[in-house]
């Protein structure tokens, strides 16, 4: 396990190593570097009476596009606390770096973590390489797809198996359209799917709606699907439904 995570580890040096070359090689193309954008979502609920519950949901991006290189790191947190007793915690982080190779064609590494013990996963974590497609990229709408093949690796917190290593491919979807000036539609989707095992595959979709109130401050609404088809255990559920209302900061 402990190679497994370094190999990980190794890998996704490497291709950080080979993104802070590429830039150095191409900053000469830009006469201003662009610089880091943050992005922080805060959601909390909490309720006392008959029933005590709390639910707090987080995330933080940080992005930066140049000319050629673009670099994307996310960080997620979801926690549900019902009378002192907890019935949700998944947290995860994903780094993705992507190289402009013609116009709108892109290749890229990505490699992800995530805990997610109430749906049967002590830890997943997985990375590799693929290559994307800008179809759309106008000032009203973006629509970018990736393909990629991933090296996954899952410890089961439940079932009779302890742990699953396999290679999978994985298909993601990300669309924003500015409806109105103040008024996002975004919808962010993937599809991740064994080679070894087809019936092991997960589905997830985050629908959001955001509405600025000036440059940094918005509020948002959404609606997250995580589906895995082939759980750990059969007393877990396939699918987890998440409805969320956050303040967002960008700046």
Same mark, same amino acid.
């Given at each position: ?46 309720? =006392?009476?008959?029933?005590? =519950? ?181 007393e877990i559920d396939d699918t987890d439904r998440i409805f969320l209302t956050s303040l967002i900061i960008d700046f």
């Amino acid at each position: 396990m402990c190679n497994k995570v370094v190999a990980g580890l190794a890998v996704w040096g490497m291709i950080t190593a080979l993104s802070l070359t590429a830039q150095a090689r191409t900053g000469a193309e830009a006469t201003e570097a662009p610089q880091w954008k943050v992005r922080a979502e805060l959601s909390y609920t909490s309720s =006392s009476g008959n029933t005590d =519950s709390e639910t707090l949901a987080g995330k933080l991006a940080l992005k930066r596009e140049e000319i050629r290189n673009r670099y994307y790191f996310n960080g997620s947190v979801f926690r549900t606390e019902n009378d002192n007793d907890e019935t949700a915690n998944k947290w995860g982080t994903e780094g993705r770096y992507e190289r402009v190779i013609h116009e709108r064609l892109f290749g890229f590494g990505d490699a992800y973590y995530i805990r997610d013990k109430f749906s049967g996963y002590r830890y997943r974590y997985g990375f590799g390489p693929g290559v994307g497609y800008d179809i759309v990229s106008t000032d009203a709408q973006s629509l970018k797809s990736r393909i990629s093949l991933i090296y996954s690796y899952d410890r089961y917190s439940e079932g009779t198996e302890k742990s699953n290593d396999y290679l999978a491919g994985k298909v993601d979807i990300n669309y924003e359209w500015h409806i109105m000036e103040h008024l996002i539609f975004r919808e962010d989707a993937y599809y991740h799917v064994s080679f070894d095992d087809s019936d092991v595959y997960f589905l997830n979709s985050e629908t959001a709606l955001e509405v600025k109130i000036n440059d940094a401050v918005s509020l948002g609404l959404s609606y997250i699907i995580a589906y895995q088809n082939k759980p750990p255990s059969p007393e877990i559920d396939d699918t987890d439904r998440i409805f969320l209302t956050s303040l967002i900061i960008d700046f």
